[in-house]
């Protein structure tokens, strides 16, 4: 472990990809005392410019912009980070079930996950936000079941070639069931490549929740969220551009940072296969 820390401090953007990652999580746990205003506070002054009472202006509807920007950030990682942690746990699982099982069990999670990948993610959460309606859950839930997909894929893969390895085999003589096998022998043992998958996953859940957001299928309004303020900045973008230059470059830099850090993770580890599997 102190190996793998070593090499991933020994690389500059990996390095920068934390710190980018550290400061979005340190201003959303803090987002409720450093807000100058309330967010939902409608202050009689709308689409007032940057100034040294509102320092990144107001909304259209007369709203502080600085505190409903640091608002936006606590809601978008929340339902981005929870989602990653289902999906990829979850996908583990399931994949790992699959490579222990084999045979038929194999063959229908294959089916159901070439099935879902066959449906767009826009439609696919389309019916689900219209079923169900357009809450935080709904998306952790939605986007949990879209980005699982590519993590059951990877989990089955490793979990086939771990089931011919001798701990394994030894397992199973003594009599273990499927359960302990796959709790006790199979997944620790891709933990790593699990914890690689849930950057990924965060990094792409991130962007699809703030492109459902700036579709009107994310979080309703009035909860602030970065995707909807630049939906909601559009009219004013040459008076005020700053109403959409400001959630872009929040969720440019998460996004970039995690990219960043999940690419040192992934060289210290030495787990290239978990590469470039973000956008299943």
């Known amino acids: 472990m102190n190996g793998a820390v070593s090499r991933i401090a020994r690389r500059p953007l990996a390095a920068v990809g934390v710190t980018l990652v550290a400061l979005h999580m340190a201003v959303a746990v803090a987002a409720p005392w450093i807000a100058p205003f309330d967010p939902f506070a409608l202050l009689d002054a709308p689409l007032e ?53 084999r045979g038929l069990t194999d063959d229908v999670i294959s089916r159901l ?13 389309s019916l689900f936000v219209t079923g169900f309606g357009q809450s935080g859950t709904v998306l952790v839930i939605v986007i949990s079941v879209i980005k699982m997909m590519g993590v059951i894929r990877t989990a089955r893969a490793q979990g086939i070639v771990l089931m011919e390895h001798g701990y394994v085999k030894a397992a199973l003589l003594r009599g273990d069931g499927a359960g302990a096998v796959i709790l006790r022998e199979l997944l620790p043992n891709i933990a790593d490549l699990l914890a690689v998958e849930f950057a990924l996953r965060a990094s792409s859940a991130l962007l699809l929740v703030s492109s459902l957001s700036f579709l009107g299928l994310g979080i309703s309004p009035p909860t602030p969220d970065w995707g909807m303020m630049i939906h909601d900045g559009l009219g004013a973008i040459r008076s005020e551009p700053w109403l959409i230059l400001a959630p872009a470059l929040c969720i440019s830099t998460l996004v970039v940072g995690i990219n960043f850090a999940t690419e040192g993770v992934t060289d210290a580890l030495g787990l290239d296969a978990a590469r470039g599997t973000a956008g299943h």
């Open 49 to 101: 410019p940057p100034n040294a009472t509102y320092w990144l202006g107001t909304d259209d509807l007369g709203r502080d912009f600085l505190s409903r920007l640091v608002m936006g950030g606590r809601i978008a990682i929340v339902v981005a980070f929870t989602s990653a942690f289902v999906a990829a746990l979850g996908g583990g699982l399931i994949g790992l079930a699959a490579a222990y099982h």
């Open 113 to 125: 996950v070439e099935m879902k990948l066959a449906v767009p993610a826009i439609l696919f959460v």
